[in-house]
C-alpha cells in the first residue's frame, strides 16, 4: 500500500468512526455526544468546527447532568471529568472533587483514584497523603489497576502509611497484571534483583516483556542489558538492545554499538555502531562522549585527529564521567582544562548510519 492509499485508507477509517459517534450522540447516549465535540474540535474524521463542538459539549454536559440528579455514580464520575477538563462547563477544581466524591462514595473505582491524586496533589481540597492513600487502597480493593500502581508508590516512600515495601510489591503485582506497564518494569526489576522477594529470573523477563508490550521502552533497556551481561545470550541481547535504541533509551547504545562492532549476536557493523555513538554524545550523553572521544583519538573507523578526541574527552568529562577525566589527567590536564569545554559542532566526518 502507498502512502498516498494509506492515507485515504486512515481518513476514511477516521470519517467511519466520526459517523459512528455520531450516531450515537443523536441518539442521545452521553459519552457519545462530548466524544463528537472532541472529534469536531480537534477536526478528526471532519472538518474543524469549534462551535458545533461547543454545542455538542453542552449537549452532554446535561445529560450527565441529568443523569447525576439521580445518584448514578458514572455520571456523576463523568460530570466531575467535565468539570476537570472544563468540557462544556468552565473548569472548576471544587466542583470536580465534590462530583468525583460522591461517585466513590457510591462505589466508583475510577472517582476513589481521581480522588486519591487530587488529595495527594491538593486540587480542589487541602493537600493530604493520608486521605490520598485511603481513597488509593477503596479503588485499588475495587480493582483499579491505576490504584493498585499509587497505592505501591505511596507503600514504597510511606506517604500517608507506614513503609511497606513487600506489600507495594504485592500491589505492583496487581497493577502489572491489570495492564499498568510501570509497575511490570518495576516488578522486573525487584524480580531481577531480588529486592523484597525471592530472585526470578523467568518471573523478571517475563514482566519486562509485559512492560514493553504495554509502551514502556526502558523495558527492552533492562532486558538488553540483562541479557548483555549473562552468558551465552547475545542474540537476545542485540534483540531487546535494537529495540531500546530505536526507542531512545541512552543506556542501551554503548552496549549495543559493542555488539554491532564485535558481531556478537548481530551482523558485525562498525560503521552504524560508530554512527550510534557519536548520535549519544550530541545527545549529551557522556559515556558516549567518552568513547567518542576514544574513536577520535586512536583512529577507530575515522581518520586519527587528537584534538577533536580530547575536545570530545573535554566534554565528557565536564559532564561528569570518570574515565574522561582520568585520561584527560593521564595526559596532563588539570580540571580547569575541562571547566568550560568548546562548543563541538556537528561535522559528521564521514560517519554513516550504517546498513542496520
Known amino acids: 500500500m502507498s502512502n498516498t492509499e494509506r492515507q485515504s485508507h486512515d481518513e476514511e477509517r477516521l470519517r467511519r468512526e466520526y459517523d459512528d459517534a455520531l450516531e450515537r450522540a443523536k441518539s442521545g447516549d452521553p459519552a457519545s ?21 461547543a454545542a455538542w459539549f453542552e449537549k452532554g454536559f446535561r445529560a450527565y447532568q441529568k443523569l447525576a440528579e439521580t445518584g448514578d455514580p458514572d455520571a456523576l464520575f463523568a460530570l466531575g471529568e467535565c468539570y476537570d ?31 486519591g491524586v487530587r488529595s495527594a496533589l491538593g486540587l480542589g481540597a487541602p493537600r493530604d497523603a493520608e486521605a490520598a492513600y485511603r481513597w488509593y487502597k477503596t479503588a485499588a480493593e475495587k480493582g483499579n ?19 511497606d515495601p513487600a506489600e507495594a ?24 534483583t531480588g529486592r523484597g522477594r525471592d530472585r526470578d529470573i523467568p518471573g523478571a523477563v517475563s514482566y519486562f516483556v509485559k ?44 552496549p549495543y554499538a559493542d555488539l554491532l562492532r564485535s558481531g556478537r549476536g548481530v551482523a558485525r557493523n562498525p560503521k552504524r555502531a560508530a554512527y550510534l555513538i557519536r548520535e549519544a554524545a550530541f545527545d549529551g550523553n557522556a559515556e558516549a562522549q567518552f568513547e567518542l572521544g576514544r574513536i577520535y583519538y586512536d583512529g577507530i573507523g575515522v581518520g586519527a585527529d587528537r584534538e577533536k578526541g580530547i575536545r570530545w574527552w ?30 563541538l559542532y556537528d561535522d559528521d566526518d564521514g560517519f554513516s548510519p550504517g546498513e542496520e
Open 169 to 192: 510489591l504485592r500491589w505492583h503485582q496487581k497493577a502489572a497484571d491489570g495492564g499498568v506497564g510501570l509497575s511490570a518494569l518495576d516488578l522486573g526489576r525487584a524480580l531481577l
Open 33 to 53: 455526544r462530548l466524544e463528537v465535540g472532541r472529534l469536531l474540535f480537534e477536526g478528526i474524521g471532519v472538518k474543524r468546527n469549534r462551535g458545533e463542538a
Open 314 to 343: 573535554k566534554e565528557s568529562a565536564y559532564n561528569g564521567c570518570p574515565p574522561a577525566r582520568r585520561r584527560l589527567a593521564e595526559l596532563g590536564f588539570s580540571e580547569a582544562d575541562w571547566a568550560d569545554p568548546d562548543e
Open 85 to 115: 477538563d472544563g468540557t462544556g462547563v468552565f473548569r472548576d477544581d471544587r466542583k470536580a472533587t465534590e462530583l468525583f466524591r460522591k461517585a466513590a462514595e457510591a462505589g466508583h473505582a475510577g472517582a476513589a483514584y481521581r480522588l
Open 145 to 163: 489497576a491505576d490504584s493498585c500502581r499509587a497505592l505501591a508508590l505511596a507503600l514504597e516512600r510511606g506517604e500517608g502509611c507506614e513503609p
Open 211 to 254: 512492560a514493553y508490550e504495554s509502551g514502556v521502552p526502558a523495558a527492552a533497556a533492562d532486558l538488553g542489558l540483562f541479557y548483555y551481561n549473562a552468558e551465552g545470550e547475545s542474540e537476545n541481547a542485540a534483540l531487546w538492545l535494537a529495540r531500546a535504541v530505536d526507542a531512545g533509551q541512552p543506556n542501551a547504545t554503548l
